[in-house]
Structures are given as C-alpha cells and as structure tokens.
C-alpha cells in the first residue's frame, strides 16, 4: 500500500481492505496513548462484550500499567496487515493504533451454540447425555471434564490456503505412543496445503486405504467415547465447526462397541455384544446363503421348509441374485429418501415403502415373500452397528458377497470369505494392526470382543503386525 | 517334531537347498492344486472348467501375497474358529460308530504296517515348514506348551482316523476315497442336510490358506536366499502353476502325484535337513 | 499396471463364467418318496415317484413312473414325461419291491451313493404285492402318501417299531458280512391301507421272505439293544387275568462266545404303563412280575433267535463280536451258516424301576 515506514492506516483504507462490506464496523476510539480504530465483523463479535472489554482496557491504559493490552481475552501485537485480517475473520475485534504501531485484539466472538445434546446419530439408553457440538472451546471442555489429568495434551494445526480450518488433536502425553503420534503430525503436515472443510475430508488424507469399505478412523459425536478412546491411548481429532470427531488408530472391533456395554450388566452386555457381531455375520451372509440356497444347493433344505420355499419361488420369473438386487435396492431407495426427508414425511415414506409396496411387490410375483424376509431381516441386522460408518460399509459388502453367491455358490461365499479375511488383515490404520485381536491373536483380549467382562480396564491397540505366537508348520 | 525342536537353531540352508526347497513347494502345490479341483469338480462343480476354479484358488493366493507379509502369516488364525465347529459335526456320528471293528489287530506282518508307515507320512506334509518358521516364533515357547501344541495336532488327526475306521465296514473304505465326507453326508440334524458340504468348504478355506503360505514360502524363499523381489516371477510363476496343475486334475494323474509325493517329502523333511544340520556342525567345529 | 491387468482379467472371468453348476431350485421337482420293483422284462427296473407339483400357490401331488436298466435309466425315463427334472436329493422314502429286494440289492443303491447331490438318510422300506397300489392305495388314507410315507416310519423308528432303517445305514449293513439287514416290511391290509407289518430279514445281502410280526420287531429291536424314544410292549397275565403294558427304559445286553456256544444275557429296565389290577404296591406282586415278564420275554426272544436262525440273518450283530474277538470261529466258512448252526442261550433279567404314578 504505502512505501513508508509508517503505512497511512484510516478508517478509509481499513474500510477498503475488507471490501466495504456491510457488517464490517470501524469506529474511531480515543485512548490514552494517541487514536486508535476498533474495527470487527458485526456478523462474528459481540457489541455489548467489545464495549465492556474495551472500557477495562482503557483503564489499565491510564493506570500506565506495563504490559495493559495482555488479559485474558486480550492480546497486543505489532501491527501487519495480515495479522489484522486474519483475526478479523476469526471474529475478533481489533483496536489499530497508528501512532505506535500496534494493534490490539480482543477475542469478544458473538457465540450461540447449541446446548451439548445427545448426538442423534449415537443415542444410548444408560449413561452421559452430552454430545458434541459445533465448538471446538466446549468440546474441548466436555473431554476436559471427563479427563482431569495434566498429560492431556491437546495441539492444533490450520490446514487450508483458502479456508482456513483450525484442526485440533488431542492425546493423552502418558498413553498415546510416540511414534503413531507423531506419524499423525507428519501426514496432518503434509495436508497442510488443502483445503478440508469436513472432518470426513480429513480422513481421506490421513487414512492408508482411501478404497477400503471399511472406515480406519472411528467418527463419534459423544464426549465419552472419545474420553474412553483417549485412555486406550489412541488420537483424537476435532475439526473446528463440526461436532464430530475423529479417533485413530482404530481396530474393527471397536466399532461394534457401545459405551453402553460398559454401563449394564455383565451377562446383558454381553448378551447385547454377542448378538452385534451375530447381526454382523447376518447382514453380510444372509442374502447371499439365501441365493447360494435356492440356485445351488437346495439339497440341504430339510424338506419342510424346502417346500415352502419352493412354493415361494416357483412362479418367480427372475433369478435370484435379480431378485435380491431389486429388493436391496428398494430397501436403499427408502431408506435415502427418508433420511433427509422431515420426520413425518420419513415415517409416511416407511410406512407406504415398507408395507404396501412390499406386499403389492410380492402379490405382482415379482419377489417371492421369502426374500422379502430375508432382506428386510439383512436391512434390520445392518442397522445394529452402534457407529454410523461401520453400519453403510456392511450394507455395502454384502453386495459382493451375492455376486459370488450367484456365481459359485457356496464355494463362492467361501472364498469371499476369505478376501475379506486378507483385506482385513492387511489394512492398517496409522499404521497399527485393524483386525487386532483376532490378528496378531492375543487370546486374552479375544473374549472381550465376545463378551462383555467385568472389571474391563483400558487397553492399548496393537503395537505391531507380528505374529506373537502360534504358526508352525505341520498342517494337513 | 522333538528333533526338529532341538536342531532348528542350526539349520541354515543355503542358497542351493533353498531353490531344492523352492522347487520342492511349488511341486507339491502342485499336487495339492490338482487334487482339489478332482474333489471339488467330484463334489461340487461337475460342469465348471476346472481352470476357472483353479484360477480363483490361485488368484486368492496372489492376492494374499502381494499384501504385506503378516497377513499371510496371520493367516492360519482364521482356521482356528472352523476347528471345533468340524469336530461338533465330527461328534454327531458317535453313536453310529462301531467299536469291535478296530479288531482284530494283526501286527503279525510287519511289511504292511511299514509300508502303511510309510504312506502315513503323507500326512504330515509341510512339516518342513516348522524349521523355516521356528526362529521366528518367540523363543520362550517351549516345553509344555510345545509339547500341547503338538499333541493336540497328533490328537486331532488320530481321532479322524480313529472314527473313519469305526463308521465303515473293512471292506467299503477301499471304495471310498473322501470317508470323512461321507461321514458327515450320513449325518441327520434337523436344520439342514449334507453336513458334509458345509465340511468341504471349510476344507476348502483350509486348503487356500495351505496353497497361499506355500506360495507365499516360495516368494520369501526367493526373498530371502536370491534377494529377488520381483513381483512379476510372483504372477508369472502363479500363472504357470495354474497350467501345470490343471493337467494334472483327473482322477490318475492327482491319484498319481499323491503317491509320488511320499518321496520326495521323505527326502525334504528328514534328509535334507539332517545333511543341512550336519554341515553346518561340522563347519562349525572347524 | 500388472496387477491392475489382473485383477480385471479375473474380474472378466467373473463375469463370463459362472453359473455352470447352477441348478436353479424352481426348475426341479422335489420327489418325497420313490418306489422301485421289478419291471416287465428281464433285469428291468422300474421307478415310480410320487412328488409334489406347485402352481398358482398351491400344492398338488402327482406321480410319475419310468422303466429301464437301472434306477438311474428308469430315473431318466420318468424325466421325459415330467415336467420339470426329478430331483432325489430330498427323498425321504423308498419303497423296495420284496421281489426285487431277493436279489442282492446294492446294485439299485448305487446311484443314491456315488452322486454327492443325492440324500442318504433317507429310509428303505421292503413292500410286499403289487408296487402300484402303494401310490394308490385302494383304501382310504387321509394324507397324500408323499406325506403319509416320510411320517409314518419317523413315528415307527421312534416307538422302536422298526430300527433305523436309514438308506445309510442299510448300505452299511449290507456290505457288512458280520452283520445282516433287517428292514421295515410294509402290506396292504384289509382295509387297503398301506401298514407297518414288522420287519423283513435279511441274509447276507438278499432278503429271505421270512419276517417278523408287530411285537417280534420291537422285541428284536429289544435285542439289537436299538431302541426308539419309546418302547412298550404288552402281554396277558393270565393268572392275574389282566394285560399288563410295560415301557423299556434301558436295556443292556452281553455277550458271551465260547466256541459254538452263544449266551446272550439281558438286563431289561422297565416301567409299567397298564396294569389294572392296582396291586404293584405289594412287593410279591412285583416280584411275580418281574418273574413273570421274564419268563415271557425269554420266551419270545427264543423264538426270534429261531426265526433268525432259519433265515440265516445274524441281525444281532453276533458275528461283529465273533470276527473281532474269536478269529477261529469267524474263520469257519460263510457267517450265516455258521450262525444258523450255532447254539444261543439267552437269559432275560427283568428289573421293574417304577411303577408310573400308581402303584
């Protein structure tokens, strides 16, 4: 702008820097030390706080304390024009004084957060009832609270040219390993350059297999489950603006944990525990077993059943993998449309796809009735999943699985069966074994993937990949 | 098993006996490959080109291996749920099973029972494998739990030969090439039949992992002693086992390559490693 | 780029192939019971199915017949006049001629064994007379016989009417020289309906013609030490002038070979169903029970033994033990002359346990 030493700073260029937007406010202000000008977006700063604020400030000024402009939501710093609009944008106010060239900052952000409600995505029956919200200042305190300790350490990083998103990861100094530590930091630095907006945008960057079905980082939206992950000494990460939270290094089976397993009862939690990873098995399993059944190996129906099913299917003009395919693609349709949809208009959507459409599809003879069945019960087991992503990767594998049904049968299923295995086996997340502790198999974690036992205490993740006992030679 | 424990520390093969062994694998994958599709083509898959299931068995285990290394190590772990469920199946034939066949014994000829001996080691195919693997296994393990480990294989094995002689009549089993199949195909359980399919894939998933550590024995092998990593000798030599075997899955030729595998699995197991070992001392004595 | 090439070239083997060894389940037909007899001409076979057809979602039963050289061609043959292919894998009958049952009869079993599709606990069932009338019967039975068949011998085999009489375990037997086959052994009564008539022995691997009645059958089955859920069995006391139905709870049998000479020795646990006198409180009249139910069953056991003894069918399983433990004797010549000519003792121990809830 001006060559001098000393750039003409008014209300005129300070006006004209942002673009002589409406709710940008300059003010001219006196002040002990010479003029200065109070400038902030009315959009983002609070009025009646700036006033206040800017009162106390004054009288330290003319008390001639040393040091007046540094409080607690004050700051004072030399003057450059970029620091100014980045904290203007930030929401703060900033007071420019020409004469010594200095500015200072008052943090005095118009803030309406909602209240710390339950998540609506993770409810739970028994426990805490506070979620996240869009805050990173309270989410943090919510973590704070829960940990009381000295060696939670929380950083942040801006990432983005254009946005500028303010991440921030939390980890607890005693727990957390070093090395996935700074692993993270380094490939959160080597993002640095884009532009995130979502912290499901982040996962993309950090995670190792983008292509996976299966999610690496655990998304939560509940302050306990990130205070419990914290202790297990895995990363937690906030994304300024947006209530969900990222944690890694994640394992499978965490996903198939709910922090109300550790409120109820011993035998109920793992009665409840049992029954997800069944749902698990059903929902990848069961269409496909339906079709390898009936276009394979019907043979193994004990003949009761088989003639009903029978009766079922005979009039059926498609095949079954035709049939399953249309049937999984409705129960999609509804479930997308009802989603976004207001809640009244979703329940009327259930309603009319659900029962009418399912019954008229199987009176037109499209679908027979026990595929009906079969889906809907997939549909319900898919649901169990107490984390959302897990909950669509399963959706999503199942489709595979009806392919290789359709085509070899059992042995299709068989061998699907064990691509997964491999694929599992092999993903990592920030390095760290996935399919832990199945692989490398630790046997005496192995019963709380099963069950829930009392007294559980904190575990860590895996460390590594190798095999720790077991694999000899000798098999036949 | 017990003399393999003791010498494994010193048994470092060279860059010879390493390709012997390479070559040793790959044969038997052979065999094992063709004798898989007979079964499968037998039980399952009268009408589907034989190629096409062999491709899949061997494009499962490529896969596996161009993933990291632990994977496929880790591997075997899958196996570990599918025990006790065959061996539930395997129980429901107990009342079925009649104890007064295993008399009379005859153990007046000697020539027979060597020969059975004999043929008996086909069995413990890949026991070699035990003394690649052994330095890698943590070393405390050791005594009992070695020795339970190891029981425990020899348990298994005796009780399915035990029941595949208490089912069937002496003279039947000469007929019957697949008797545990037949076993399970006998069982009658209300919620579903043929017991015996749901055995044969889990003896196929049994058999996939098997061929993929052999395989993946055979690229480490090259990693190891020829310092050669390339991922194309991996495909291609995958691509020429898919040939070579798929010649071999008839009825002869699999019967055939099953009977010749004695031989050189002898020679693999206890031969070679006993020259190996006894190198190695002797070069260390001097 | 390889591996890219690959993953589609297997991606495309997906696609094209497949399939081959589909068998799509609506375009079989299940058949429940199937009966095979002897056909018109020599070593002729023919097959009779009865099976269910589906239409407009209902069920209708039909049959089906064919004849040829074998089970299989006959199979073959009734396909050409059915609609959709005959599939054996959920049958759960089959209803043997008694003629054709004469001959060895493994040569018929051999398809249900050697295709892995095929269902081998299905049961065998030795008919007497004309084939037809099994799938029609002349009397009046309430249920389609696809239905009628599968349920009858599961209720026979749990009231120990007839043994297991599973294709499996027939087939066992049959190959078996320590050991002969007995199979249920199905009439047509009076009434023309198809009925249970005891159980049809065996000799080596042809059936004899000799067969034993209602109660012989569950008293042979008695023998075996085979029993069913449940096994009664009723005799008339005369002295006491009144029936007395008693139900088997456990019976152990031993026995003991020393050359040429057999003692079988039963310990039968019993409990009593019917008994209207009312007096079991007394221990004397237990006692004359228990001497008296005794004595009966030796009785009938004995005249089994004979029975047997006739047809040459060592349906105990005597020759197992005798082949195990007594090569000499095993080593004589052919088991079921050897059997026929052997003496059997037999000891019958009749323990009461309880009297049901009154004594």
Request: overall charge neutral; aromatic content about 12%.
């Amino acid at each position: 702008m001006d060559n001098g030493s000393k750039p003409v700073i008014d209300k005129k260029s300070v006006k004209h820097l942002f673009f002589n937007s409406e709710d940008f406010v300059v003010i001219d202000v006196d002040w002990p030390t010479g003029k200065g000008i109070l400038c902030y977006y009315s959009s983002l700063a609070d009025g009646t706080e700036v006033n206040k604020q800017i009162d106390i400030i004054r009288q330290r000024a003319t008390a001639k304390m040393s040091n007046w402009g540094k409080t607690a939501v004050t700051d004072i710093m030399p003057y450059s024009e970029e620091e100014l609009i980045k904290s203007v944008c930030k929401g703060l106010t900033v007071v420019i004084f020409h004469d010594s060239q200095v500015m200072l900052t008052i943090s005095a952000q118009s803030t309406f957060g909602r209240a710390p409600g339950e998540p609506i995505s993770e409810q739970i029956v028994r426990g805490s009832h506070d979620g996240f919200i869009e805050n990173v200042q309270q989410n943090l305190t919510l973590v704070r609270q829960k940990l009381g300790r000295r060696d939670l350490v929380v950083k942040s990083m801006q990432v983005g040219q254009n946005t500028i998103t303010n991440i921030t990861y939390l980890y607890i100094e005693s727990i957390a390993e070093g090395d996935v530590v700074d692993l993270f930091e380094n490939r959160l630095r080597e993002v640095q350059e884009q532009d995130i907006m979502n912290s499901g945008e982040i996962e993309d960057y950090l995670e190792e297999s983008v292509l996976s079905p299966f999610p690496q980082f655990m998304a939560t939206e509940r302050p306990d489950r990130v205070a419990f992950n914290l202790m297990e000494g895995k990363i937690a990460i906030f994304t300024d603006h947006s209530p969900t939270v990222m944690i890694a290094p994640v394992t499978f089976f965490s996903f198939y944990q709910s922090p109300d397993d550790f409120n109820g009862r011993v035998i109920v939690g793992s009665f409840f525990r049992l029954l997800r990873i069944a749902s698990l098995v059903i929902a990848i399993y069961l269409p496909a077993f339906y079709i390898a059944v009936v276009s394979f190996h019907s043979e193994i129906l004990p003949i009761e059943i088989s003639k009903k099913v029978k009766l079922a299917i005979n009039e059926i003009p498609y095949r079954p993998i035709f049939e399953a395919i249309i049937m999984e693609l409705f129960i999609e349709l509804i479930r997308e449309a009802s989603i976004r949809l207001p809640k009244p208009i979703g329940q009327t959507i259930g309603v009319v796809g659900g029962l009418i459409i399912g019954d008229a599809i199987v009176n037109a003879g499209l679908v027979s009735n026990l595929m009906v069945i079969v889906v809907a019960l997939t549909a319900i087991s898919s649901f169990v999943v107490p984390t959302l992503e897990m909950n669509t990767s399963i959706r999503i594998l199942r489709f595979p699985f009806m392919a290789a049904a359709a085509i070899f049968g059992f042995f299709g299923m068989a061998i699907g069966t064990i691509i997964l295995v491999i694929h599992l086996l092999s993903l990592s997340s920030l390095k760290q074994p996935y399919f832990a502790p199945f692989i490398p198999l630790d046997t005496s974690r192995f019963l709380e993937v099963f069950f829930r036992v009392p007294y559980s205490k904190f575990h860590k993740q895996q460390r590594n990949f190798s095999f720790a006992s077991k694999k000899k030679g000798r098999r036949s | 098993m017990l003399l393999y424990e003791k010498f494994y520390e010193r048994f470092k093969p060279g860059r010879f006996v390493a390709a012997l062994y390479i070559a040793y694998w790959s044969f038997t994958i052979i065999s094992f490959l063709a004798y898989i599709n007979y079964t499968l083509a037998v039980w399952i898959f009268p009408h589907t080109p034989q190629i096409v299931t062999m491709a899949i068995i061997v494009g499962v285990s490529l896969y596996a291996n161009t993933r990291r290394i632990e994977s496929v190590i880790n591997l075997p772990a899958i196996i570990l749920p599918l025990f006790p469920i065959f061996i539930v199946f395997l129980f429901m034939a107990t009342p079925d099973l009649v104890w007064t066949w295993l008399f009379p014994i005859e153990l007046a000829n000697i020539k027979p029972l060597l020969k059975g001996l004999f043929m008996t080691q086909g069995t413990f195919i890949g026991i070699e494998l035990y003394l690649f693997f052994r330095k890698y296994v943590i070393q405390q393990v050791k005594g009992i739990p070695l020795f339970i480990y190891q029981s425990t294989w020899f348990f298994f094995f005796f009780t399915i030969l035990v029941f595949i002689l208490l089912f069937f009549p002496v003279n039947t089993i000469e007929f019957i090439p697949e008797p545990l199949l037949h076993i399970l195909k006998a069982q009658k359980v209300t919620f579903v039949e043929r017991l015996d399919l749901f055995f044969l894939f889990i003896w196929v998933i049994w058999s996939v992992v098997a061929i993929t550590l052999y395989f993946f024995m055979c690229v480490q092998g090259r990693r190891v002693y020829f310092n050669n990593e390339s991922k194309r000798i991996t495909i291609l030599s995958h691509f020429l086992i898919i040939i070579i075997a798929s010649f071999f899955a008839t009825k002869d030729r699999s019967d055939m390559l099953r009977q010749l595998i004695v031989y050189p699995h002898i020679l693999f197991t206890i031969l070679i490693p006993a020259i190996v070992i006894l190198l190695n001392r002797r070069s260390k004595n001097e | 780029m390889n591996k890219k090439m690959l993953m589609v070239f297997l991606f495309v083997l997906f696609l094209l192939g497949g399939c081959w060894d589909e068998a799509q389940y609506k375009d079989i037909t299940i058949v429940p019971v199937m009966g095979l007899t002897n056909g018109e001409g020599e070593n002729e076979v023919k097959a009779i199915f009865s099976f269910p057809t589906f239409e407009q979602q209902t069920i209708t039963y039909t049959k089906s017949e064919g004849t040829g050289i074998s089970t299989r061609a006959a199979r073959e043959d009734a396909t050409h006049h059915t609609m959709e292919a005959l599939d054996v894998s959920h049958l759960e009958v089959l209803l043997l001629s008694s003629e054709m049952a004469k001959k060895n009869l493994y040569p018929e079993l051999d398809m249900f064994f050697r295709t892995p599709r095929n269902r081998i606990t299905s049961y065998i069932v030795i008919v007497e007379g004309d084939m037809e009338q099994y799938f029609t019967p002349p009397g009046a039975v309430k249920s389609e016989v696809a239905n009628y068949y599968p349920e009858l011998l599961r209720t026979a085999e749990l009231y120990t009417y007839t043994s297991v009489s599973t294709m499996e375990n027939a087939v066992k037997l049959l190959l078996d020289d320590s050991m002969d086959l007995d199979l249920p052994y199905m009439i047509i009564d009076d009434n023309g309906i198809p009925t249970l008539d005891g159980i049809a022995l065996f000799s080596n691997n042809k059936f004899t013609g000799q067969t034993l009645g209602k109660q012989e059958a569950i008293l042979a089955n008695l023998m075996k030490s085979k029993l069913g859920k449940y096994t009664r069995l009723s005799y008339e006391w005369k002295e006491k002038n009144s029936p007395i139905t008693i139900e088997v709870i456990k019976v152990r049998r031993k026995l003991k070979i020393s050359n040429e000479k057999v003692n079988m020795h039963f310990d039968i646990d019993i409990s009593v169903d019917e008994f209207p006198p009312n007096d079991l409180y007394k221990k004397g009249t237990r006692n004359e029970a228990e001497k008296f139910l005794s004595g009966e069953i030796k009785k009938d056991f004995e005249k089994i033994i004979t029975t047997t003894q006739e047809a040459k069918s060592d349906i105990f399983g005597v020759g197992r033990r005798v082949h195990a433990f007594h090569q000499d004797l095993w080593k004589k010549g052919d088991w079921q002359e050897t059997y026929a000519a052997l003496s059997i003792e037999v000891d019958v121990n009749v323990n009461m346990k309880r009297t049901s809830i009154f004594d």
